[in-house]
Every structure is written in structure tokens, then in C-alpha cells.
């Protein structure tokens, strides 16, 4: 049962441009959501993170949305750069599970130079 | 500030053996989680460990069971390898402020023939 949802396996945008990652989840108890950024060969990093009584945080280039009534999340990168390319995961926790994180399946994104 | 190291780096086993992968968690971090990551799949959670006792369980069966040692290192140790146990097996450390993110390390890719 896949309780976070990454529906796009692949992203290529142009160096500059907006890069849009979508996350979905389908537990209402979720709390605490966070974005990793993978290369290859290495560990997940983490990059951002929200609680649901927001619903934007931003740091830097990154700002992360949330829309708890659509349990739907996203990623902002602006203005993207090829060293942002890498594969992106979210990932969600209920804060009576706190200790468990629920990874969707990662979403690559390719900045074309 | 060292991160977090997992040794092996690769390993290969025969169905039915026995495995134990080893973690060092970043200093400073308490909190050891461990995942396994299949291809093409997002992290899964197995357990984590706070204070050398186990803190929450994924959805596995009790061949895998950990460590956590008073200098905050772990290891995993699954017996009876199964096919299917082939994955990349990543550590995770952290402070235990969700919010933060965890620390991971690079991984374990386990290969059972």
C-alpha cells in the first residue's frame, strides 16, 4: 500500500527555469513532510521539510507547498541548476509514528544546461 | 562533523545465509533508523533504535533484527536470506527532531544469489 505517491518517474528542465516536483499522499494523519535529493551512489540528503500547520516553506532556491485538503505536496526549484539534477523523494510521518517515514518512489530531474 | 558510515559497501550472499550490516551514526545523533530500498522503489522502513532499544517497526518479518550500541552505532542482521531480500540497505541518524531530516548514509547494496 503505497501511502506516498510520486506519479512522475522523470522531469527535464532547461537551466533557469522552474523546476516542479509533485508529491501525493493518502493518510490524513500525516504531519511532517520532508523532500531528500539523491545521486547516484550516495545516501538520500536532506533538503527541506514542513509540518502540516503550514502550508509553504521556503529556503533558498527551494520552496515546498502544501495543499493538506488535496494531500498533495510539491517542490519549488528557482531558477533551476544542472547540479540540481538528481532523483527527489518525499517523504511523510504522522506524529503519533513519528519514527517512520513513508518514501514515495522518487521523481529524477534533469536540468539541461 | 563526520557523517554517517555503513560497511560494507557491497556484499553478496546465498539464500539462507546470514548478514550483518554495520552503521556509524553522525555525531551527535541519538536516533538510528535503517531502510531497505529496493530498485526502483523508494526507501521502506525497517526499525529504528533510540537509546539501544527499538523505537517503531515497519511492516518486516522478525529475521531482521538490529543493535544499537552505546556509542550510538547500529547493525542490522537478517537471517535466512531471501531473493528478495536484494536491495540497498541505508542508515539513517538523527537528533530525533523530525523536522530535521535524517543524516544518511551512503548504503549497503546486498545481493543474494
Known amino acids: 500500500d503505497q501511502q506516498v505517491k510520486q506519479n512522475s518517474p522523470s522531469l527535464s528542465v532547461q537551466e533557469g527555469r522552474i523546476s516542479i516536483l509533485n508529491c501525493d499522499y493518502t493518510?490524513?494523519?500525516?504531519?511532517?513532510f520532508l523532500w531528500y535529493k539523491k545521486y547516484p551512489a550516495e545516501g538520500p540528503t536532506f533538503l527541506i521539510s514542513?509540518?502540516?500547520?503550514?502550508d509553504k516553506n521556503e529556503d533558498g532556491r527551494f520552496t515546498v507547498f502544501l495543499n493538506k485538503s488535496a494531500k498533495h505536496l510539491s517542490l519549488h526549484i528557482v531558477p533551476s541548476q544542472p547540479g540540481d539534477s538528481a532523483v527527489y523523494f518525499c517523504?511523510?510521518?504522522?506524529?503519533?509514528?513519528?519514527?517512520?517515514?513513508?518514501f514515495g518512489t522518487g521523481t529524477s530531474l534533469t536540468v539541461i544546461p | 562533523e563526520t557523517g554517517v558510515t555503513q560497511s560494507p559497501t557491497h556484499l553478496i550472499k546465498t539464500r539462507g545465509q546470514q548478514v550483518t550490516l554495520r552503521c556509524s551514526s553522525q555525531?551527535?545523533?541519538?536516533?538510528v533508523s535503517w531502510y531497505q530500498q529496493a530498485l526502483g522503489q523508494g526507501p521502506q522502513f525497517i526499525f529504528q533504535?533510540?537509546?539501544?532499544?527499538?523505537?517503531g517497526r515497519g511492516n518486516f518479518p522478525p529475521r531482521f533484527s538490529g543493535l544499537q550500541f552505546p556509542n550510538y552505532s547500529s547493525e542490522l542482521n537478517v537471517n535466512a536470506l531471501e531473493l528478495d531480500d536484494s536491495a540497498l540497505y541505508l542508515c539513517?541518524?538523527?537528533?530525533?527532531?523530525?523536522?530535521?531530516?535524517?543524516?544518511f548514509g551512503s548504503g549497503t547494496r546486498l545481493t543474494v544469489v
Open positions: 493518510n490524513s494523519m500525516f504531519d511532517y
Open positions: 555525531s551527535g545523533h541519538n536516533t
Open positions: 533504535y533510540y537509546r539501544e532499544e527499538e523505537n
Open positions: 539513517a541518524s538523527s537528533s530525533g527532531q523530525v523536522l530535521h531530516g535524517y543524516t
Open positions: 517523504a511523510a510521518s504522522a506524529q503519533n509514528t513519528g519514527n517512520q517515514f513513508y
Open positions: 514542513i509540518s502540516s500547520i503550514k
